[in-house]
């Protein structure tokens, strides 16, 4: 089964958002493919995304064989803050006994609410810069956004530990404003025990392979996300 959660910086989106990059698992049988609908900040703060997501997770695993899935063999896999979302989702799982998770699949994610890295200050005028993303965070937090106290569920860079979290695929561009914050929690991933596929696609901008999909650099990303993700599926 493929559990997606889209993107929209928190306040944005509906399931449907590039919901046919993850459907073509459905269309060629090699899974099942749910796409969470979850409320958005700010008319609904944070963790209403997280607690909708793993209510949804929680009822794909008790519907799996109506649906036809396989409730041992889940992918979760998100875009933007769809991607933080999933990350949070796993640590959630993790810590509560949840459903278990055969993969992670995280797409340019949205990791961190506090911009103390190079990155997430320096894109200033491209889509998703950083003005942009203080007000989604802000948005989900509150006051709290970037201060002491913030939930690791909410903002999974703020995790202490990522041990026991399943083979993770990490995916960003090099030039945009979450590069940082991914390849960090992707090396304290590792450090932590976690099998991670890190790709880091040089010149990339946010959201670069769902907007120009047939782009030279598109092509090879797409490419190794859809082998992580069968690969991920079949065990």
């Known amino acids: 089964m493929l559990f997606y959660i889209h993107g929209g910086g928190l306040v944005m989106g509906n399931r449907h958002q590039y919901l046919d990059d993850f459907a073509q698992f459905a269309s060629t049988g090699e899974a099942v493919v749910v796409s969470v609908e979850y409320r958005l900040a700010p008319e609904h703060p944070a963790p209403a995304q997280l607690d909708d997501s793993y209510a949804g997770l929680e009822w794909v695993v008790e519907h799996?064989?109506?649906?036809?899935?396989?409730?041992?063999?889940?992918?979760?896999?998100?875009?933007?803050?769809?991607?933080?979302?999933?990350?949070?989702?796993?640590?959630?799982?993790?810590?509560?006994?949840?459903?278990?998770?055969?993969?992670?699949?995280?797409?340019?994610?949205?990791?961190?609410?506090?911009?103390?890295l190079p990155s997430s200050r320096m894109v200033k005028d491209l889509p998703t810069n950083c003005d942009e993303v203080r007000f989604m965070w802000r948005s989900a937090l509150g006051d709290s956004a970037g201060g002491p106290g913030v939930s690791p569920y909410v903002?999974?860079?703020?995790?202490?530990?990522?041990?026991?979290?399943?083979?993770?695929?990490?995916?960003?561009?090099?030039?945009?404003?979450?590069?940082?914050?991914?390849?960090?929690?992707?090396?304290?991933?590792?450090?932590?025990?976690?099998?991670?596929?890190?790709?880091?696609?040089?010149?990339?901008?946010?959201?670069?392979?769902?907007?120009?999909?047939?782009?030279?650099?598109?092509?090879?990303?797409?490419?190794?996300?859809?082998?992580?993700?069968?690969?991920?599926?079949?065990?």
């Open 64 to 116: 799996a064989a109506d649906l036809g899935a396989d409730p041992g063999r889940i992918v979760v896999a998100g875009v933007s803050a769809g991607g933080g979302i999933a990350l949070g989702l796993a640590l959630a799982a993790r810590d509560r006994g949840g459903p278990a998770i055969a993969g992670l699949v995280l797409i340019a994610p949205m990791l961190d609410d506090r911009f103390e």
């Open 155 to 235: 903002v999974p860079a703020r995790a202490d530990s990522y041990a026991g979290l399943p083979p993770t695929y990490l995916d960003v561009g090099g030039s945009e404003g979450f590069r940082d914050e991914v390849i960090d929690v992707a090396r304290r991933m590792t450090l932590d025990g976690v099998a991670v596929d890190l790709h880091l696609w040089a010149g990339g901008s946010h959201g670069f392979c769902f907007m120009a999909p047939d782009a030279a650099i598109s092509q090879p990303a797409l490419a190794a996300r859809d082998a992580f993700i069968v690969r991920a599926l079949r065990g």
